[in-house]
């Protein structure tokens, strides 16, 4: 059974960074892509980051490019998701989530929840102005 750990939420003040971590267990993803949602109060869930486990390849919502990076430690199993610039509007519950399907030529592919089989249960993260 495959599990998703979120962990690295809390409160920080506008401009400051976190690290969220997301260790995976019970499967080693070799293909597909792991990604990050976000939900905050009172909103749908929002695509945040995606990482394809072959090559690399990143996707970034414009909200987040240029302040936010993912990044992956394979040995472990573990995506990593730093934030940096952190801003009020960032507050929302961040979810950790893992696709075993693969497919190119659509850009969009990862930033879609259809594609995710498996979802950890959420790291709260507060950004007070």
Not at 32 to 45: D, E, I, L, N, T
Not at 48 to 59: I, K, L, Q
Request: charged letters at 20%.
């Amino acid at each position: 059974q495959v599990q998703l750990v979120e962990s690295g939420g809390g409160l920080v003040q506008a401009g400051d960074s976190l690290r969220l971590s997301c260790a995976a267990s019970g499967r080693t993803f070799s293909s597909g892509a792991m990604g990050w949602f976000r939900q905050a109060p009172g909103k749908v869930r929002e695509f945040v980051t995606a990482m394809r486990w072959s090559g690399s390849r990143t996707y970034y919502a414009n909200s987040v490019k240029g302040r936010f990076t993912i990044s992956s430690d394979h040995a472990k199993n573990t995506v990593y998701l730093h934030m940096n610039g952190l801003k009020p509007e960032d507050t929302a519950d961040y979810y950790c989530a893992a696709s075993a399907n693969t497919k190119y030529g659509d850009p969009y592919y990862y930033t879609r929840e259809g594609p995710y089989e498996y979802w950890g249960q959420g790291t709260q993260v507060t950004v007070s102005s």
